[in-house]
């Protein structure tokens, strides 16, 4: 039985988990897997449970932080190279950057046959400086070099990773969505509907607009908070907003909040009506969804979000920013309303279409399950790597 030792940066909330834990716990028994990751940011949420669910039993690294620190991540690198040494794996399978740098280049000292790595989204936009994303792209090029496979999550990612920032060739890419255990988005959602509602004071003639994730700057809550804004001046419509999440710019989106004149009250007194509820982070997202009218997403760059596939699993009407792998995610006016990044006019005029009419968002909310069923079930995920792991060991073995 081949072994793979599979590494992800940390166990927060999202697509990266969900990813790792899948593939640690559905490749069996073809495939033994150890599963690592680094601590968490103090910002984020624990999501250990997605694994730990799963009956997976992760090695945690605490050295192996989010943010850049020599010390820490010179002892995780070494951390990893021992276990390396202990499992000897097969395979090395790395999941987004800070796992993708200290474990390729453990895995490389270390003879490991196999490396591949997936990008679970990029740090070449919208994260840091051009000094950064300059230095951080070497870094990429030289290691994608040594890998055996990259693997991207869309088609659009593909595209970055090989015409637009020349990371590698197109032969050294494979494309891998991501895949999900989405039977819960189905499953009694108009008692989860009633239920949320209730817990939240929303009045059936409310529309519930709700953004789900990490509230830091790459997600653009203030876009979000100027459409709510534009929408208490514009429509007659009744609507209630929700962030759902938490994170660094947390303080910051509420002072915006208050200086647009947006009434907000928080998790601590949920019960309070309000135009905009930040309810911190909720674990039951399929309780979320369901309470929901419509889900939107401002970010300035992403991956494959999470947030857009479960929303329509749950048949949600989507408004969004065009970036990143999201138009590999949804289908462009059949599921989603579709915005240039950051053009908050384009951003209002979208969302208003949504909330003054009921039909187009049960038409937009129809077509969801439909196009998530089959192209983001674990099951497609587990499939599509396992056929790529046998290929790249027998490779090895004719090499």
Not at 60 to 85: F, G, H
Not at 315 to 339: D, H
């Amino acid at each position: 039985m081949p072994k793979v030792l599979r590494i992800i940066n940390r166990f927060n909330l999202g697509g990266p988990t969900y990813n790792a834990a899948y593939l640690s716990k559905y490749l069996a028994p073809e495939f033994e897997t150890l599963l690592i990751g680094g601590e968490k940011d103090d910002t984020e949420e624990n999501s250990e449970f997605i694994v730990r669910n799963l009956g997976l039993k992760p090695i945690i690294i605490p050295e192996m932080k989010r943010s850049l620190n020599i010390k820490y991540d010179y002892i995780a690198y070494q951390k990893i190279k021992e276990i390396i040494k202990k499992f000897k794996p097969d395979i090395i399978h790395t999941h987004a950057s800070k796992a993708g740098a200290l474990g390729r280049y453990a895995a490389i000292n270390e003879k490991v046959p196999v490396i591949v790595h997936t990008f679970h989204g990029h740090v070449f936009d919208a994260y840091f400086n051009n000094f950064q994303a300059t230095f951080y792209k070497r870094i990429e090029r030289n290691l994608a070099k040594k890998s055996s496979k990259i693997i991207a999550i869309s088609e659009k990612q593909k595209f970055d990773l090989t015409d637009k920032y020349k990371i590698c060739g197109k032969d050294k890419v494979e494309v891998i969505p991501l895949g999900f255990d989405l039977s819960r988005f189905r499953e009694h959602m108009d008692d989860k509907r009633k239920d949320f509602r209730q817990k939240y004071n929303i009045e059936e003639d409310e529309i519930a607009i709700g953004i789900i994730g990490r509230i830091v700057p790459i997600k653009n809550h203030t876009m979000f908070l100027y459409a709510i804004r534009n929408l208490q001046q514009s429509t007659s419509k009744k609507i209630r907003a929700f962030i759902v999440g938490d994170g660094e710019d947390r303080k910051k989106i509420e002072a915006k909040a208050t200086e647009l004149n947006i009434d907000f009250t928080t998790n601590a007194n949920i019960t309070q009506k309000a135009t905009l509820t930040f309810t911190s982070w909720i674990k039951e997202a399929d309780w979320v969804n369901a309470g929901m009218d419509i889900i939107a997403l401002t970010s300035l760059n992403e991956g494959t979000p999470v947030s857009l596939i479960e929303a329509q699993a749950s048949n949600k009407p989507i408004i969004t920013t065009k970036v990143g792998g999201i138009k590999n995610t949804v289908l462009q006016n059949e599921t989603a309303l579709l915005v240039n990044m950051n053009d908050k006019e384009e951003y209002i005029n979208k969302l208003t279409q949504l909330i003054e009419s009921k039909e187009l968002r049960d038409r937009l909310g129809s077509n969801g399950w439909i196009h998530v069923k089959s192209k983001f079930h674990y099951e497609r995920l587990a499939s599509d790597m396992s056929n790529l792991y046998n290929n790249l060991l027998n490779q090895e073995i004719k090499e």
